[in-house]
């Protein structure tokens, strides 16, 4: 007799999974001595060999295989992983340069970003309360470009980036420990030249690095797996509905981090901003329960 039911077994797994993105910007800020273009590149590399291990021990490579024989796939692979990895690159420049409450909001924005998409690609129409709450995202991000008198470009690459992979990402049907396997895999030559000829810093050389920072270093490879296999098999226990109210606890955290403990300013203006967002996010996931209070 199971201990836990399956449903159960899925909510620890989507917990993890957004915790563990959750926390990731502790591991980043520790890193902030190294340069951001060199964490990207080891993050690619090890992600590469963490997925690749998993991959053998799936006993997936026949999958990988016939992914690749797929020209399609491959180059829709290609596309994706250039997003995400220009994805990582802000991320990570955000963390360690003070901008931590911008990822925040970029990840909040994000399931917004997502429903523009759906209905300018995938032609899905939205209930004017969603619109509204789009609206509401608007008028949040032309705050903060009014107050700074820019955008917060930040918050806009990281969403649209991640949306655009994920829309990209359900045209190629692949496992999703293959698929990282591969768009890492895509990307390595130009982490792997970056880190042997044009890298330059002290650390850049694993040989003359001390075993605890190599360490850490190598950590970048579970940081990015492991969520994503803890994500796997939440979505394959839990409806998508019950698992998206668990994707704002990863940018909730990191508004927790930069505001308690990096102390990053947090001006009206912001606090106006992420009030849109929120309110917009309330009205998504609790359309049908607004449509009824307002009749």
Same mark, same amino acid.
């Given at each position: ?9 899925? !909510? %620890? ?7 563990? /993105? ?8 520790? =890193? ?13 590399? /090890? ?24 020209? &399609?796939?491959?180059? %829709? ?21 003070? &901008? %931590?409450?911008?990822?925040? +909001? ?23 309360? &969603?619109?509204?709450?789009?609206? +509401?995202?608007?008028?949040? $991000? ?5 107050? $700074?008198?820019?955008?917060?470009? $930040? ?15 359900? &045209? ?40 605890? =920072?190599? =360490? ?12 994503? *296999? ?25 508004? !927790?981090?930069? $505001? ?17 967002? /929120?309110?917009?996010?309330? *009205? ?12």
């Amino acid at each position: 007799m199971n201990k836990f039911s399956e449903t159960q077994i899925g !909510v %620890m797994y989507a917990l993890s999974a957004y915790f563990i /993105w959750g926390i990731a910007p502790l591991y980043f800020k520790y =890193l902030d001595f190294i340069s951001v273009y060199e964490i990207l590149a080891h993050r690619v590399i /090890w992600s590469v060999v963490v997925t690749g291990l998993l991959v053998s021990y799936l006993k997936d490579w026949g999958d990988v295989l016939s992914v690749c024989r797929a020209y &399609k796939s491959v180059i %829709m692979l290609i596309l994706t992983s250039l997003l995400i990895s220009c994805n990582w690159l802000v991320f990570i420049w955000a963390i360690n340069n003070g &901008k %931590m409450l911008e990822a925040s +909001l970029g990840y909040f924005i994000n399931p917004i970003v997502n429903v523009v998409l759906g209905l300018v690609f995938l032609s899905e129409r939205l209930s004017r309360l &969603k619109w509204f709450a789009v609206l +509401l995202a608007f008028i949040g $991000v032309s705050a903060q470009a009014w107050q $700074v008198g820019e955008l917060p470009w $930040v918050s806009l690459v990281l969403p649209v980036t991640f949306a655009f992979y994920g829309l990209l990402r359900k &045209k190629v049907k692949v496992k999703a420990i293959t698929g990282l396997f591969l768009e890492t895999l895509a990307v390595l030559p130009i982490a792997a030249v970056y880190l042997i000829i044009f890298a330059e810093s002290q650390t850049s050389n694993l040989f003359n690095n001390e075993l605890p =920072l190599n =360490l850490l270093l190598m950590l970048a490879g579970i940081v990015t797996a492991m969520p994503l *296999i803890c994500f796997g098999q939440a979505a394959l226990r839990l409806p998508l509905s019950t698992l998206g109210f668990f994707q704002y606890l990863a940018p909730s955290l990191v508004f !927790v981090f930069a $505001v308690f403990i990096y102390d990053e300013p947090i001006s009206f203006i912001k606090l106006f901003t992420f009030a849109c967002i /929120w309110t917009g996010i309330f *009205i998504f996931i609790f359309e049908n329960k607004v449509s009824r209070l307002l009749k």
